[in-house]
């Protein structure tokens, strides 16, 4: 259940590639990206003061993607962490958002940051990590962040 809404916008995103070459599936902070031309995902983090702030530049070359988000902060769905958003990027949306899940789990503190950016090193395939807990972040990967 932990990737249902990243296996959603990934399974429709990719139907729809089929009928037009750009596809952009958001459902509820997880996503499916296939693009032409960079773009710019922008973050939201619950009450963080980085929330609109700061965005994700995905090139067109790194498309299709899944770009998911889990939060203990933010949503109704049951989270075991505190992270104002765990975002994980993958080829698979699917992927992506069973793994925000699972790092989103990890983070209760800004301590555990790092445990996060450690658990995400460990598993195969995940392109990159942002966790963001109020004024915290850390990142791993193949992340480029940007300004709004």
Do not use: Q
């Not at 509820?28 to 031309?37: A, E, M, R, T, V």
């Not at 009450?47 to 899944?66: C, F, Q, R, V, Y």
């Amino acid at each position: 259940m932990a990737a249902v809404a990243g296996a959603i916008a990934e399974f429709v995103g990719k139907e729809l590639l089929a009928f037009s070459p750009e596809v952009i599936i958001e459902n509820g902070g997880d996503i499916f990206l296939k693009s032409l031309k960079r773009r710019t995902v922008g973050i939201f983090a619950g009450s963080s003061p980085l929330t609109g702030k700061i965005g994700l530049e995905i090139e067109a070359d790194e498309t299709p993607i899944g770009i998911c988000t889990s939060s203990g902060t933010v949503g109704h769905s049951l989270s075991f962490g505190k992270a104002d958003a765990a975002i994980t990027l993958a080829k698979s949306a699917t992927f992506a958002d069973a793994a925000a899940t699972a790092i989103g789990n990890i983070v209760k503190e800004p301590g555990d940051i790092d445990k996060a950016i450690e658990y995400a090193k460990s598993i195969r395939d995940l392109k990159g990590l942002v966790v963001i807990i109020g004024d915290k972040i850390g990142m791993w990967g193949n992340v480029k962040i940007c300004s709004l």
